[in-house]
């Protein structure tokens, strides 16, 4: 697979004009550009680039979803909202709602926010990192599309669901730790595909209860309901699949039953006849203020020492690091940061059409030379 390598303002002025001319304005245009940017920043290409035209585009194109976001406060008390986002830009839901969340935290030492028809919000760590930033402990997570299967069972009924904590520390990068509670999420899958590779085995399960690795056909088995991803720790209970089952229905819960909204197969996304339909995601957001505990300097001291603990620790054979949440994330920043944001053939075509289709003229990308 051939990567090639983009220059950050380049595609970050090419993504935004995407958007705009998509119907999106332009402030969050600016918005829906950094969070999907982001993704790439921290290399995790499953919800970067990779998703700009099936996720967003092709969903604003298909009326899945609106590209003016009407960010509404249904119900709101000191420290606590709930928030409708109409089936907007999730990733302008999700910063509005977690904004909300840190100006509580700010005021009464803890805020949160559910948020409900929202839309696809891009990498949970995001919204966890705009609170650790700003000296609280972030905490949130987000109901999807039907893919996980219970334990013990075989139908994909639980979406990927991230449970994801953003916490200050004194290092050069928070913690932040952004998950699914399956084994793999489909992202990854779509980016295996797109790379024609195969989908490791154990971490698909079909209705039959084998396990799939072709991931072309694993995209297609999960719409189609004879497939599902398995949960962390896998198959049964000899891993504690039960764990990560467990994990992933509270995210459900919280997603949907705080706001009145909508879950399991009620996110599917298709119509009693078969028709695309819009999901109404649910998402929440909570923000810490860790001053309403301690000094945040003293906080974030003792966040260091446990990190840096943790990675002085003694190293497996064969194994001379240990990392710890947030870091693989940084470094993929600094080694990215001056040479761009790597784009594969896949997507690289895909840029192109885009422009093409939208006469954005102006844009030459690099791989075109």
């Given at each position: ?69 009407n960010f509404e406060v249904v119900k709101e008390g000191p420290t606590t909202a709930v928030v409708d986002g109409h089936d907007g830009m999730g990733q302008v839901i999700g910063a509005k709602s977690m904004r909300l969340a840190i100006d509580k935290a700010k005021k009464y030492g803890l805020g949160m926010v559910a948020a409900t028809n929202s839309t696809h919000y891009g990498i949970a ?245």
């Amino acid at each position: 697979m051939q990567y090639v390598s983009v220059p950050w303002d380049f595609i970050n002025d090419f993504v935004m004009d995407v958007f705009r001319c998509y119907g999106i304005p332009e402030e969050d245009a600016k918005i829906c550009a950094d969070v999907l940017l982001e993704s790439d920043r921290r290399g995790i290409e499953s919800h970067g680039l990779n998703r700009l035209k099936p996720i967003y585009l092709d969903r604003i194109k298909g009326k899945i979803q609106s590209p003016v976001t009407n960010f509404e406060v249904v119900k709101e008390g000191p420290t606590t909202a709930v928030v409708d986002g109409h089936d907007g830009m999730g990733q302008v839901i999700g910063a509005k709602s977690m904004r909300l969340a840190i100006d509580k935290a700010k005021k009464y030492g803890l805020g949160m926010v559910a948020a409900t028809n929202s839309t696809h919000y891009g990498i949970a760590g995001y919204y966890a990192t705009m609170a650790s930033k700003d000296g609280c402990i972030g905490i949130t997570g987000t109901n999807a599309r039907p893919s996980i299967a219970p334990t013990f069972g075989i139908d994909n009924m639980l979406g990927t669901n991230p449970l994801t904590f953003g916490i200050p520390s004194d290092e050069p990068f928070d913690f932040v730790l952004d998950c699914a509670t399956s084994i793999v999420q489909r992202g990854t899958i779509e980016a295996w595909a797109r790379s024609g590779l195969p989908t490791p085995a154990g971490t698909v399960i079909s209705d039959d209860g084998s396990s799939m690795t072709d991931s072309d056909e694993i995209l297609t088995a999960l719409v189609e309901g004879t497939a599902a991803l398995l949960p962390l720790g896998g198959i049964g209970e000899e891993l504690a699949g039960y764990k990560g089952f467990g994990y992933a229905t509270v995210i459900e819960i919280l997603c949907s039953a705080l706001q009145g909204g909508n879950f399991m197969k009620g996110l599917t996304g298709i119509g009693a006849d078969g028709e695309k339909c819009k999901f109404h995601l649910g998402h929440f957001f909570i923000a810490i203020n860790v001053e309403a505990f301690i000094p945040l300097d003293k906080f974030k001291k003792t966040t260091g020492d446990i990190l840096r603990a943790l990675r002085n620790s003694r190293k497996a054979p064969g194994h001379d690091r240990i990392y710890t949440a947030g870091e693989k994330e940084y470094l993929a920043w600094l080694e990215r940061k001056e040479s761009g944001v790597p784009v594969n053939e896949g997507v690289q075509r895909e840029l192109i059409a885009i422009r093409d289709d939208l006469g954005l003229n102006r844009y030459r990308f690099p791989f075109e030379r």
